[in-house]
Structure formats: structure tokens, C-alpha cells
């Protein structure tokens, strides 16, 4: 079955300064995708950044990067240079490539201090 | 604009009552979603479907049930069944291939008094 952990509920940072956010997951199928999402106040998703598991690359988008090491099952977004703007929760998920169930983590509150 | 739509944003309902919240896209994506999302946790998958007609239990489905007749629609119902009801749920769709995202709506916040 597929698990996604999330060990920081919530983190405090202050602005410019960089942010790695922690998520290792378990699954059993060698073909996978993880994906990560921010979820501010106003409840929506919005889609950040996503790793395939024959990726030879860390995926990158913009401030947006993700440390994969796929031995130790861990996926952590890294957010670079903080903005105010990026108080929110996060949350790291994985789909298998042999369905389209997609499982989250519990998430982490990021607040971004001036 | 192409989107998913969720309707109402809020919802208020009287326990023992089934209630049905409506999700519609028009991104022609394939599968779509329903997760739960209870006060600082995470999303929870209620049920999910791959194509029409066809739909998958997630991991909190008992009390829940849904239809996919068309290819735009994935309605939920929330049974009486359900014994914590109130909840923010959220409806997904994505396209096919695995390093597609899920597109999620705005969001129905359910209380039931």
C-alpha cells in the first residue's frame, strides 16, 4: 500500500531565508510519482512540482525544487529565498503507475516570518 | 475557461439527512476524485474514478457513495451513514499519464447540525 509521512506539522522561517520541507514515502510499485501542493488560507491546491521515479534529476520550478533520494524513499521540497506569500500548508503526495490513486500526507504548516 | 467546479462553496445540513455535493470539469480529463479534508489534516481519498461508469473505493469510503454517468460529472452523496460528516471536501480530476497533476476545485465546506 502506499504511505506518504509528513514528520513537521508545522515549521516557522523567517522571510528570505531557505525552507526544506520533509516527505518519505512507502510504496511497492518501482514505477511512481510524487508530487507536492500548497494549500493556502483560501483552501484551494495549487499544483508546485512533481518527481518521477526514473527521473535521473532533481525536478526544479522556479524557487521550487525537490531533494529526491529514492533509496531513502524521501522526497523534501525545497523552497528558496521565502516570501511572505508562501505561508501555507503543504503537502507531498504519490500515484503509482499501475492506477491513478493518488495518496497524500498529512501536510506542514509553513509560516513565513517578516 | 476550462475548470472544475464545485457547488455550493458552503453547506449546512440537519444530521440524518443525505446531502449531495456536485463536481462538474470541462478539462475532458478521465479520472476524478473525491478526498476529505478535516481541520489541520490532510486529504483523505473518499472515492475515485478512472473512466465512466466505474469508480473505486479510497480509504474512508463507508458512508459515502457516488456515480460517474457522464465523463464531466462525479457527485457525492453524503449518507446518513456518515458519522462525522462535517468536513471540507475537495473534488480532483487529472489526465492520464503518470506525471499529470490533479486539478482540484474550490472546495465544499459540509456542516451538518
Known amino acids: 500500500a502506499q504511505k506518504i509521512t509528513q514528520t513537521q506539522p508545522g515549521m516557522f522561517v523567517q522571510e528570505k531565508e531557505a525552507v526544506t520541507l520533509d516527505c518519505t514515502y512507502d510504496t511497492s510499485d518501482p514505477s511512481y510519482g510524487l508530487f507536492w501542493y500548497k494549500q493556502p488560507s483560501s483552501g484551494e491546491m495549487i499544483f508546485l512540482i512533481y518527481q518521477g521515479s526514473y527521473d535521473q534529476q532533481n525536478a526544479t520550478e522556479g524557487r521550487y525544487s525537490l531533494n529526491f533520494q529514492k533509496a531513502r524513499k524521501s522526497a523534501n521540497l525545497v523552497i528558496s529565498a521565502s516570501q511572505l506569500g508562501d505561508s501555507a500548508m503543504y503537502f507531498c503526495?504519490?500515484?503509482?503507475?499501475?492506477?491513478?490513486?493518488?495518496?497524500f500526507g498529512k501536510g506542514t504548516r509553513l509560516h513565513i516570518l517578516p | 475557461d476550462g475548470g472544475i467546479t464545485q457547488s455550493p462553496k458552503y453547506l449546512f445540513r440537519k444530521e440524518g439527512q443525505n446531502v449531495t455535493l456536485s463536481c462538474e470539469q470541462n478539462?475532458?480529463?478521465?479520472?476524478m476524485y473525491w478526498y476529505r479534508q478535516d481541520p489541520g489534516q490532510g486529504l483523505r481519498l473518499i472515492y475515485y474514478?478512472?473512466?465512466?461508469?466505474?469508480?473505486q473505493k479510497g480509504d474512508i469510503a463507508e458512508g459515502y457513495s457516488v456515480s460517474r454517468e457522464k465523463k464531466e460529472s462525479f457527485p457525492l452523496t453524503v449518507t446518513s451513514a456518515q458519522k462525522n460528516p462535517t468536513a471540507f471536501y475537495l473534488c480532483a480530476s487529472m489526465r492520464e499519464g503518470l506525471a499529470n497533476e490533479q486539478f482540484f476545485g474550490p472546495g465544499t465546506r459540509l456542516t451538518v447540525l
Open positions: 474514478s478512472q473512466i465512466v461508469n466505474d469508480f
Open positions: 478539462l475532458n480529463h478521465d479520472a
Open positions: 503526495a504519490t500515484r503509482m503507475n499501475r492506477d491513478d490513486k493518488i495518496i
